[in-house]
Structure formats: structure tokens, C-alpha cells
């Protein structure tokens, strides 16, 4: 059911290193990721498989992993990806101003963290990464890494809990390294008119 993938699918930030990642899968996954919605339709996301292990061990020191943990450095060595998806914008698709591009790229990397989580995978969507990232992997002047997918079968155990009266919305992990996610109630999200609730009539 379509709520219970929702939130299996939750960001992993230590991974079972040693157990690879088929690149069938992997294939797969970027697949889910062409059938999602883009602005204009110019589709103008590319994708970069890496799963040999000396290009993931280069990859892996220009990576910021958790900005609330600020104590934490990053996975260590045995819970690091089994697998990355770089995703790059192909300059010369653009059909629109370039922040159209991030509503395509919330799209396709959840389509695929969806199917990651039906699988057993989980992943880490990295936005903070090195700027020479690009040229240790010898990424052309004509693309530019928007986003780093992490994936690997997750070492860590997730659960969500509601955010409580101080308002405090930071994850953190408690002392057996359980990752605890604050998500905001149903009814604090909802935008009600003053002395109106909810509409619930329907036409016809």
C-alpha cells in the first residue's frame, strides 16, 4: 500500500557496505525516475551510476552528511554506500529558468527511493558536496551535479515521532544509535481560515 511505502521510505544514513547493489536495480531505479513529471517536459535530468568501490571511495570525502549531527563525521568505513546516483542537469536541455529544474528533481529521487524501499534499500539524498566533485569524476562542462543519491541496504534502524511542544523539528539519534525523525501532526500542517475548519463537502 501506497501510505506504508511512504513512510518506509525514510532517509539512511549507515548502510550495510558490504552487501553490493545489483546494477539491475540500480537500472531500474533510474528508470522509476524518467516516468516522473518535469517542468515543460524538457526532462533535462541525466544520471550517473557508481558502484565500482575505488570510485565510491572518491566520492565519499566530498560528502556532507547530516547538518543536525554535528558531532558525527559521516559513516564510517563498513557503513558507507554500496552504491551512489549521481544526478546532473544537462545544461543544453534547459527549456526554462534552471529553478524549474528542482521540482523535477524532488520528483525523480523520491520515484526512486520509493522503489529503493519496495526493494529493502534505503538511500540519503546529499545536496552538500564538494565543488570538485564534478571534475574527480570527469563530468563535462556541459553538466552540473544537482544531487548525490547514497544507497545500500540500510544499518540503521529510523523512526518517526511527533514534533512535541517546543517545536523542536531536529533528528537526532539516542544512545543504542536509533535515528529519530520529528514529523509535524496532520493538523498543525493543515492552512485553516480563521473560525473555519476543514471543507469536506463535496459537488455534484
Known amino acids: 500500500m501506497i501510505p506504508e511505502l511512504i513512510k518506509q521510505t525514510r532517509t539512511v544514513r549507515r548502510f550495510k557496505q558490504d552487501r553490493s547493489l545489483d546494477p539491475a536495480t540500480l537500472l531500474e531505479l533510474v528508470d522509476l525516475a524518467r516516468f516522473g513529471g518535469s517542468a515543460r517536459n524538457c526532462q533535462p535530468l541525466r544520471y550517473m551510476i557508481v558502484t565500482d568501490r575505488e570510485r565510491r571511495e572518491r566520492i565519499f570525502p566530498f560528502l556532507g552528511w547530516a547538518g543536525y549531527l554535528t558531532d558525527w563525521a559521516g559513516p564510517v568505513e563498513g557503513e558507507r554506500p554500496a552504491a551512489y546516483i549521481i544526478c546532473l542537469l544537462a545544461l543544453d536541455r534547459l527549456a526554462g529558468p534552471e529553478h524549474e529544474v528542482h521540482f523535477d528533481l524532488g520528483i525523480s529521487t523520491q520515484n526512486m527511493l520509493l522503489g529503493a524501499a519496495q526493494k529493502g534499500i534505503s538511500g540519503c539524498r546529499i545536496g552538500s558536496f564538494g565543488k570538485k566533485l564534478a571534475a574527480e569524476l570527469g563530468i563535462d562542462s556541459r553538466h552540473k551535479i544537482l544531487l548525490v543519491l547514497a544507497l545500500g541496504y540500510p ?43 476543514p471543507d469536506t463537502s463535496t459537488s455534484g
Open 155 to 197: 544499518a540503521e534502524k529510523v523512526v518517526l515521532e511527533e514534533v512535541g511542544g517546543d517545536d523542536d523539528i531536529r533528528y537526532w539519534r539516542d544512545n543504542a544509535g536509533v535515528h529519530h525523525v520529528p514529523k509535524r501532526s496532520l493538523e498543525d500542517i493543515l492552512y485553516l481560515q480563521p473560525d473555519a475548519g
